[in-house]
């Protein structure tokens, strides 16, 4: 079975600095990869997916992760914070031939003005 | 695309009373959807995997006569809260696949149930 870490519970970062949220996964062969975001009283909305081809992958809002098979990571980052890039973040990992991701505990991120 | 929509978004409700959430893929037809249970400050919990036309899939240590899940057209998945009681508020979210085995979903906005 899956798993996934989030080892950070919260980051906080100043407003235009740079983010990395990190993410590792176990699992056996080459997985399927997600982040999602979850504003404050909200569902989760897809940032960004890997399933395959080039490790690096562009999502929405100006955020990329990139997939490093020999580290078991999936870290998420943006190069310049805007405050409203202050939610929780959920990494997750889909076994290929699975419909059901496992998803890590979340890392919440916090943006001082 | 892949629009999926819950409602209601919040509900207070008195103790020992049921509560209905519906869970609609907008644009799309689901065959599978899924029920999460989320806690304050926490990940999400699978409680349930909802089969459309068939009985849904609980997960371990889920009270299947607690929450009942109907998925009885393509695009509506319900779960109900019977006998609601105070330790079942929570945040309850459901999300749906568009098939392919990838893991990727899409999440209705969620529901805030209270019970007093």
């Known amino acids: 079975a899956q798993s996934v870490t989030q080892p950070d519970i919260h980051i906080t970062v100043s407003e235009g600095a740079s983010l990395e949220l990190r993410c590792n996964y176990s699992?056996?062969?080459?997985?399927?990869l997600f982040w999602y975001v979850q504003s404050p009283g909200q569902g989760l909305q897809l940032l960004l997916k890997?399933?395959?081809?080039?490790?690096l992958v562009q999502g929405i809002k100006g955020f990329e992760a990139e997939f490093k098979r020999s580290q078991s990571s999936f870290n998420l980052r943006k190069p310049s914070v805007h405050w409203s890039d202050a939610a929780e973040y959920f990494c997750?990992?889909?076994?290929?031939?699975?419909?059901?991701?496992?998803f890590g505990r979340g890392t919440s991120l916090i943006v001082h003005p | 695309g892949a629009v999926v929509s819950q409602h209601p978004s919040w509900v207070i409700c008195k103790s020992g009373t049921s509560v209905k959430i519906e869970c609609r893929s907008l644009d799309f037809q689901a065959t599978t959807m899924f029920w999460y249970r989320q806690f304050p400050k926490q990940s999400l919990m699978l409680m349930a995997t909802s089969n459309e036309g068939s009985k849904a899939t609980y997960e371990q240590g889920v009270e299947k006569d607690k929450f009942l899940i109907n998925h009885a057209s393509l695009t509506l998945s319900t779960l109900t809260v019977t006998s609601a009681h105070p330790e079942d508020s929570s945040f309850y979210i459901c999300?749906?696949?568009?098939?392919?085995?990838?893991?990727?979903?899409?999440f209705g906005e969620g529901s805030r149930l209270t019970v007093l």
């Open positions: 999300s749906a696949s568009l098939g392919g085995n990838t893991g990727e979903l899409f």
């Open positions: 699992y056996g062969a080459t997985p399927y």
């Open positions: 997750a990992v889909g076994a290929r031939g699975s419909y059901i991701p496992t």
């Open positions: 890997y399933f395959s081809g080039d490790t």
